[in-house]
């Protein structure tokens, strides 16, 4: 039980860590937006990711339950977030920025949908080709 403890501790610092350096890179490109893109991009592709992974574990068994307890609780729990994204639309919100608000509620949730259903089908056309 408790390297489970570890697997998921080594895999949510790395996700944290990750999470970081995206938002860092991607808050040199909006600088002057009001909008949050970097909480956005994380959320979208740790969706995008997640699907792929469920993808992969529904059609074989390439990813044992210590890599998904790594991959999906540690390291995507930690990547991606949604108190960041309570909070950015809670701001929007306080900030009379209600457009800002409601696409951010919109392009989060509806976008984090669709990228888990992408991710998902990538799986499954590769997995098509193997």
């Given at each position: 039980?408790?390297?489970?403890?570890?697997?998921?501790?080594?895999?949510?610092?790395?996700?944290?860590?990750?999470?970081?350096?995206?938002?860092?890179?991607?808050?040199?490109?909006t600088?002057?937006?009001?909008?949050?893109?970097?909480?956005?991009?994380?959320?979208?592709?740790?969706?995008?990711?997640?699907?792929?992974?469920?993808?992969?574990?529904?059609i074989?068994?390439?990813?044992?339950?210590?890599?998904?307890?790594?991959?999906?609780?540690?390291?995507?729990?930690?990547?991606?977030t949604?108190?960041?994204?309570?909070?950015?639309?809670?701001?929007?919100?306080?900030?009379?920025?209600?457009?800002?608000?409601?696409?951010?509620?919109?392009?989060?949730?509806?976008?984090?949908?669709?990228?888990?259903?992408?991710?998902y089908?990538?799986?499954?056309?590769?997995?098509?080709?193997?």
């Open positions: 039980m408790l390297i489970q403890y570890i697997i998921v501790g080594i895999g949510g610092s790395l996700g944290a860590v990750s999470r970081f350096i995206v938002e860092v890179w991607i808050a040199e490109f600088r002057t937006s009001v909008f949050p893109f970097g909480t956005l991009v994380v959320n979208l592709l740790g969706c995008l990711i997640i699907g792929f992974l469920f993808g992969i574990i529904a074989s068994q390439l990813i044992g339950s210590r890599t998904r307890l790594m991959m999906i609780t540690g390291f995507l729990g930690a990547f991606t949604f108190s960041s994204f309570g909070y950015e639309t809670f701001a929007l919100i306080q900030n009379q920025k209600y457009f800002f608000a409601l696409v951010n509620i919109l392009v989060q949730v509806i976008g984090s949908l669709i990228a888990v259903w992408i991710g089908a990538v799986s499954k056309m590769i997995a098509k080709w193997s």
